[in-house]
């Protein structure tokens, strides 16, 4: 059965980065792209930004662009997201999501999460 | 504000039907940009409900159905069930902004 397991809570201060892994199982891996999706406490979700697993060519929200990488590793297949420069309200539970791709990509399998806490 | 604009809570009683409204614009869903539905039971990851406006993935019950019109999809809920108490939220593409995005979430509460 498909699975995305996600690395554990992380607390940061500001400024620090963070790096949140997502690994897959049950599927082939490269025949799918991965989206990353956040959700603030108590608020709705906010579409991150996705990768092909297969082409990389990653495509970021404009809100963080420049402070976001996503990566993939094919060997352990794993999909990466990494925040930098972190401030209070990038506080949030962050969740990888298998993606469809198609002209309106969906996410039809999610990680179950990973706080990130940003606190001084 | 988000791009796309959900009523921020509906309810209704066992066994009734209900529906979720998801408004966007001429950017997105007026585009011809399909829609999809996730439903987020409290405290857990969301769940795809609904893709391509009214696919229902293997699994999800067909009290559970979507549409979509102009610049407007809705999410419908027949036979309202407890279990049915969450959040919904609608999802599609939007071309000003190159990217998904999602409406603001609806949380429903079965009285």
């Known amino acids: 059965q498909v699975q995305l397991v996600q690395s554990g809570a992380e607390v940061k201060k500001p400024g620090a980065s963070v790096k949140v892994s997502c690994k897959a199982s049950?599927?082939?891996?490269?025949?799918?792209?991965f989206t990353w999706v956040r959700q603030a406490p108590g608020q709705g979700l906010e579409w991150m930004g996705r990768?092909?697993?297969?082409?990389?060519?990653?495509k970021y929200a404009p809100k963080i662009q420049g402070r976001v990488t996503m990566t993939t590793d094919t060997s352990t297949s794993t999909a990466y997201m990494e925040l930098r420069s972190l401030r209070s309200d990038d506080t949030a539970i962050y969740y990888c999501?298998?993606?469809?791709?198609?002209?309106?990509?969906?996410?039809?399998?999610w990680g179950q999460g990973t706080l990130v806490t940003v606190s001084s | 504000q988000s791009v796309l604009t959900q009523p921020p809570s509906v309810s209704g009683a066992p066994g009734q039907r209900l529906t979720i409204s998801c408004t966007g614009s001429?950017?997105?869903?007026?585009?011809?940009?399909?829609v999809h539905w996730y439903q987020q039971l409290p405290g857990t990851a969301p769940k795809l409900l609904i893709y391509?406006?009214?696919n229902r993935p293997s699994g999800v019950p067909d009290r559970f159905s979507g549409s979509k019109s102009g610049t407007s999809a809705s999410l419908a809920i027949t036979g309202l069930q407890a279990e049915d108490e969450a959040d919904y939220y609608c999802?599609?593409?939007?071309?000003?902004?190159?990217?998904?995005?999602f409406g603001g979430g609806t949380k429903l509460t079965v009285l």
């Open positions: 999501a298998r993606t469809i791709f198609g002209l309106v990509s969906y996410f039809d399998y």
């Open positions: 049950g599927y082939t891996f490269i025949n799918y792209d």
């Open positions: 990768i092909s697993t297969y082409r990389g060519n990653p």
């Open positions: 001429s950017s997105n869903i007026g585009a011809g940009y399909d």
């Open positions: 391509d406006n009214t």
């Open positions: 999802q599609s593409y939007d071309s000003s902004l190159s990217g998904s995005v």
